[in-house]
């Protein structure tokens, strides 16, 4: 992890332009109650090769940032404003045919539960195969044979029968490995992977981080791992972006946010993984509920639960750097409960 | 599979025995054809010779034992009334219904597929509204008042068409076909679409449904993920598992219309087996009305083994299961 050492100058001058760079991003769905901002005013940056740790609980707006730069928001929802620039394009401004010819090509997406996302009709081969003839005018015996050596990338054994099969008859992993290959097909600059391993076996969910990981590293694949669970992406993650209410409150590297988490709501996270040092001790909790997006509190989003909450955090704090590449979004940033 | 083919057919044969002992009995206790054959002011042993001559003076048991023993020799009785053999009578009749009725699915799920996934993948547009509204007239709206308007509309009122009638065929083997002339078709167009009113509305309603379940399956996300496009998705990805819902109803409404299509062709005159079977029914011939549903279980009973075969054949799933 040397990433880690590096101040953010230094990354940004070793790194050159980020792969994708998201501009104040806001997706925002009109119900009937009243506008939901699942998303509000989100920005980040990713460099080649480099893992991004997306963390929030559900409803956090960690998923929408994702289908968001997959151009896969449907109504009720839409992107309110703010710029998505892959390599210096900005997505947001595509018809739909251009971001359907950026999907599967430069951005792929993994999602989280691998029994639900083949096509439980189709073989695997098809459904490679398409994917692959989607980008590119080729033969079908050329579309899979790529299918075959992604297969085998990722760690697949006998490829060639499991071409031929139905998603039921592969295990779990087996089918997550096949969603894996499918993002890898088409060599995509950038790969949003929405909770891959959660509907996993701890074993496997081990085994799937560390392929996707050198995958990231072999090919420079930028990677956004989105995730609620702190433990899996602190061991994988170049930095970590904390989102909280549609917003990002913490971001930083890894080592940064999980030595030193500057943010209270950050903290309480960290407080409710379970770790060596816990152990036999009852789990830190963060008191109430996440808020509904229809009803904010007006300023700081968390401060309704927070223990640091005084009379500035009724003002929206801004996203400030606090140490080297670490912003906090809080009016009290590392200071402890009191 | 074969074990599943096989056992399905011996399930077949339990129905259709138990379809004949009803059949039968419940044309036992209907009425006495003899009243109908013979002339008002014949005598009573007049009556009674026609009685023993079909052989109606047996008893129930008798009756249906002897039937039971011939229709194992594939002979259903002759029609009370003509003499003919009653399947010759059944056959002869079916190519006209079943070409009425292939041609009302076909119309009926051309039409109605299309149209109900485009009402499920944007269910909150206005064209949905308007073709579910659509669909609800659809059912409600009675076959043969549909079929009198249409007969007013483009017979009486414009005369593109004719109003009854089977028009020009064409021999094709031993079965005559309307649908190849265009004198044929032209006569073909008003009772197909008559009778596949119904049935486009049920397919729209059925086809809406699956699609919008399907629609939100994750596998649908994936496969925009992967950028494919709309026409595959829809076409490849979502029509493969709508399809499993859509033909069982477009299997079995296909049996039924066949067995039952009698209003839309007494309205347009088609010389079809629905026809017949009402004559049959009114005159208490009880051979062909017999014969007549017997054929009608097995064609239902084949027709649910094609179903069940399609579901294989499209659930892979299911076809692991059917194997072990």
């Known amino acids: 992890m040397s990433t880690d050492m590096m101040s953010k100058e230094t990354r940004d001058a070793d790194l050159g332009a980020p ?47 994702g289908y968001s730069v997959m151009g896969l928001i449907d109504p ?57 003839r989607a980008h590119e005018a080729c033969s079908t015996a050329q579309a899979r044979r790529r299918a075959k050596d992604a297969l085998d990338m990722v760690g697949i054994p006998s490829p060639e029968e499991r071409l031929r099969a139905y998603p039921f008859e592969l295990s779990g992993g087996m089918r997550q490995r096949v969603a894996i290959a499918i993002a890898l097909l088409n060599k995509p600059r950038l790969i949003i992977a929405d909770e891959p391993t959660t509907a996993l076996d701890v074993s496997i ?98 401060r309704e639960r927070c223990a640091l909450a005084d009379k500035a955090c009724t003002r929206m704090p801004e996203l400030a750097q606090h140490h080297q590449a670490q912003s906090i979004r809080c009016w009290h940033p590392g200071e402890t409960d009191r | ?88 009578l059944i056959l002869k009749r079916m190519p006209a219904t079943f070409e009425l009725v292939i041609c009302a699915m076909i119309l009926a799920t051309g039409i109605g597929l299309p149209l109900g996934i485009l009402a499920g993948l944007r269910p909150e547009a206005r064209s949905s509204k308007t073709i579910m509204a659509g669909s609800i007239l659809g059912f409600s709206l009675p076959n043969f008042w549909v079929a009198l308007v249409l007969i007013m509309i483009f017979a009486v009122g414009l005369g593109w068409v004719p109003a009854s009638g089977r028009g020009e065929t064409v021999q094709i083997g031993p079965i005559a076909v309307s649908f190849l002339t265009l004198d044929g078709l032209h006569h073909l167009i008003l009772p197909a679409l008559t009778l596949s009113l119904t049935k486009m509305a049920l397919i729209i309603r059925v086809a809406r449904a ?100 399609a579901y294989l054949w499209l659930d892979p799933a299911a076809r692991e299961k059917g194997r072990d």
Request: aromatic share 6%.
């Open chain 1, 205 to 302: 969910q081990s085994q799937i981080i560390y392929e996707l990981q050198t995958l990231c590293r072999e090919t420079g694949t930028a990677m956004i791992w989105v995730t609620h669970d702190l433990a899996v992406v602190a061991g994988m993650a170049d930095r970590l972006a904390v989102m909280y209410a549609g917003r990002i409150v913490e971001v930083g590297t890894t080592k940064e946010v999980i030595e030193q988490p500057g943010h209270p709501y950050t903290r309480g996270l960290m407080g409710s993984v379970p770790m060596h040092e816990t152990r036999g001790r009852r789990l830190a909790r963060i008191p109430g509920a996440t808020p509904s997006l229809l009803h904010l509190p007006q300023g700081c989003s968390f």
């Open chain 1, 19 to 65: 792969v994708l760079k998201i501009e104040k991003l806001c997706t925002w769905f009109d119900t009937r109650e009243g506008t939901a901002r699942a998303v509000d005013g989100v920005d980040l940056e990713l460099y080649e090769g480099e893992i991004l740790g997306l963390v929030g609980e559900s409803g956090s707006g960690k998923s929408v940032t």
């Open chain 2, 210 to 309: 699956a699609t919008r379940e399907v629609a939100g399956q994750e596998y649908i996300k994936f496969a925009r993920a992967k950028g494919l496009r709309k026409n595959r998705i829809v076409g490849v990805h979502l029509l493969k598992n709508i399809m499993v819902p859509l033909i069982t109803v477009i299997g079995l409404e296909f049996g039924r219309t066949a067995a039952f299509a009698v209003v839309t062709e007494t309205i347009f005159s088609w010389p079809g087996m629905g026809k017949l079977l009402i004559d049959s029914i009114l005159t208490l011939d009880r051979p062909v009305v017999v014969a007549y549903l017997l054929l009608m279980v097995v064609f239902l009973v084949f027709l649910n083994l094609v179903v069940d075969l």
């Open chain 1, 76 to 132: 009720p929802g839409r992107i309110a404003g703010g710029r998505i620039l892959l390599d210096g394009r900005d997505l947001t401004r595509l018809s739909e045919e251009e971001h359907r010819r950026v999907r599967g090509k430069d951005i792929a997406m993994i999602f989280q539960d691998p029994s639900m996302t083949l096509n439980p009709t189709l073989r695997i081969e098809t459904q490679m195969i398409e994917a692959v």
């Open chain 2, 1 to 88: 599979m074969q074990a599943f083919i096989v056992n399905r057919i011996l399930q077949s044969l339990i129905v259709v025995l138990v379809m004949t002992l009803l059949v039968f009995a419940g044309l036992f206790v209907i009425g006495d054809p003899v009243q109908m054959l013979v002339s008002p002011d014949a005598t009573d042993i007049e009556k009674e010779a026609v009685r023993q001559s079909l052989g109606l003076d047996q008893s129930f048991v008798v009756q249906y034992l002897s039937f039971m023993r011939d229709a194992l020799h594939g002979d259903l009785g002759n029609s009370f009334l003509t003499g003919a053999p009653a399947m010759d």
